[in-house]
């Protein structure tokens, strides 16, 4: 990489509240980069194959919102939605060509793949995003309830047929990377210790990974101005900006200075729940985390 010589394609697998649209956005600031934000959930959640593997009631949920994202203007940001069946996420999105590239970042959730294996792309580096349960649920929890939603996180997370609320979904595909030969050591990033060392983090990230690292990832402008040059669909940018789901992250001048843990006492039951069930998962990955 060092020289240009040849081109470096990265898949960063996440959970919801992992940092990894921060992450994202710093990636935004590598040197000759293209973008891709989350092709799969697109397929997922609004693609034209979106009925085959979400339940009806989840389904009717994102209605609202996606009637609703349609009055946000975005002028021509984005891709059709409709054009986003897995085949073509796969094919033409993810493994299609991008020349005069040096590096291709494509962010996205792990639910969607790891249910189904053979939407791997082909030619990529494989790199996971943790974050401690307890930090993580929480966060979750509060952007339910900003869409006034009546069902706890752990309800919302069955509905949606996420295993091991999406923490074992994550795993998954984690292990399967490895036993199948695919990445036969995937890097994983901790939310914490990239808020507490980022500089530290990132030069490693960048090295394990043949990546030529720049100062330009340890501070950026805030705002959502680099959303222009992202591979992404119209409707997740137009939901995003109805929702605000990611403000705090397209704020961001930096990663900022780590949050405490939150107290057992503070939390909610649900949070609580998904919190204990999921903790010996985050521990098998956090053992092997990335570490400067």
Known sequence: MENGSHQVRVMLWSMPRTLSTAFTKCMSHLDNVSVISEPYTCAMMYGPES??????????????????SKMISLHDVGLDQNLYTFKWVKESLLEGDYPGKDIVFCKDMSQPVSVNHSLIPKGYRHAFMIRHPLKLYKSWSKVLLGYGTTQSLDEVLDIGGAKGYAYADHLELYEYLISSGIEPDPVIIDADELQSNPEG???????????????????WEAGDGVVKDWVASKIQLQCNKLTKVYQNAFDSTCFKKLDPMPLRSELEKCVLKCADETMPIYMKMFEKRLRP
């Open 51 to 68: 009925q085959l593997i979400m339940q009806k009631k989840s389904k009717d949920a994102f209605e609202n919102l996606k009637d609703a």
């Open 201 to 219: 983090i990132l030069r490693k990230f960048c090295q394990t990974l043949d990546i030529k690292y720049t100062d330009k990832l340890l501070s």
